[in-house]
Every structure is written in C-alpha cells, then in structure tokens.
C-alpha cells in the first residue's frame, strides 16, 4: 500500500529526499487499515497516543492519531512504563522487549524517539509543570528546567494544538487532560 502511495505521488515528488512526508504516509496507512478493521467488524479503534506525544504533536493526524477514543492521551509516557510495570507484576502481560527498546515511532531504520524529542525524563515533568500547574515560561526557569529546553517544549506545545482539536476523545485522569479539560485557541499568538 506504501508503494502504491510512492507510485502515485513519485510525479509529484520527483527526485526529492525521503523525510517526515513518507514518514507520514506510512502512519496513514496503518491508520487506515485499523479504521477499515473497526469500520468493516463494528468495534472502536482504540487511539494509544500518550499525553507526552500529544502536548508536543509527535503524532500523524489521520495516522497513528486515528481511533474513536483515547485511552492514554491523559497519561504521561514516563506513567506508561509504571503501568506496565503494574501490570506485569504477577504475569508478563506486556512484553518485556516492548519496555526495554527504546521508544520509536518505526517509521524509519533506527529511528527513535528522542530523535525528535526531549528524553521523557526531561520532557514530561517541564510538560506537567506547563499544562496541570500551569507555569509560564519564567516559573519553570526559576524552578530549575533550562531556558533553551523550555522554549523548545512550549513552542513544540503551542504550535500542536490544531491536532488535539482534532484528536480523538481523550479519558481524563489527571486535574488538567486535552479537550474540555485545556482549551486554547489554534492560532494564538503566546509564546511565539
């Protein structure tokens, strides 16, 4: 299916580098496979996009965005790994090659996460401090996360918020989840 979408568009693209387009239209087709799966069998694409990859975007609208509810867009991907962990206490529930490896989107030969992004470590305690306590740029310097960090994560957070509009419903867990829970305008000029 990737290849028909390379055919097609290889007029178009013409002798162009691969970058994050074919990148996304790899997380469109597998976004639409599991929308034809639920469409065609009755059932509800569960949508797996955490809190950390919604706040800063690190998704594909129509790609791996694709579900009718999301069940983890309220938890932080550092809350994942506890969760597992709770779930795997008594029985390995959750492959232990799926904990260890780092994260990635797959999208690329040896692609990961913190390619793109901050290490979770860094990422979702500046993301908790912004979003559920709702500190400015000048409160998390003054706690102690480094000026270049925080501008980088913020704008990252600002300039995404056209994909949560259009994310799937998020269950809320925490004081401060996307949605009805945080709404800011699409176009708004703070902090750029």
Do not use: W
Not at 98 to 125: F, W
Request: charged share 25%; with cysteine; proline share 6%.
């Amino acid at each position: 299916m990737y290849d028909a979408f390379e055919t097609t568009l290889h007029p178009l693209f013409a002798d162009l580098p691969f970058n994050v387009t074919e990148e996304n239209i790899q997380a469109r087709v597998r976004g639409t496979l599991l929308m034809a799966l639920s469409n065609k069998f009755g059932h509800i694409l569960l949508n797996t996009t955490n809190k950390s990859e919604m706040s800063v975007g690190y998704g594909t609208l129509y790609g791996d965005m694709c579900g009718g509810l999301s069940v983890l867009g309220d938890v932080y991907k550092t809350e994942i790994y506890e969760l597992v962990k709770y779930i795997n206490k008594d029985a390995e529930i959750v492959p232990h090659n799926t904990i260890v490896k780092p994260p990635s989107a797959e999208l690329r030969p040896g692609q990961k996460d913190s390619d793109s992004l901050p290490p979770y470590e860094l990422l979702d305690p500046l993301l908790f401090q912004y979003i559920e306590c709702r500190q400015g740029p000048r409160e998390l310097v003054k706690t102690g996360f480094d000026e270049a960090l925080v501008k980088r994560v913020l704008k990252m957070v600002n300039i995404n918020e056209f994909k949560r509009e259009q994310a799937a419903p998020v269950l809320r867990v925490s004081s401060k989840g996307f949605g009805m829970g945080r709404r800011m305008p699409i176009v708004g000029k703070y902090l750029s």
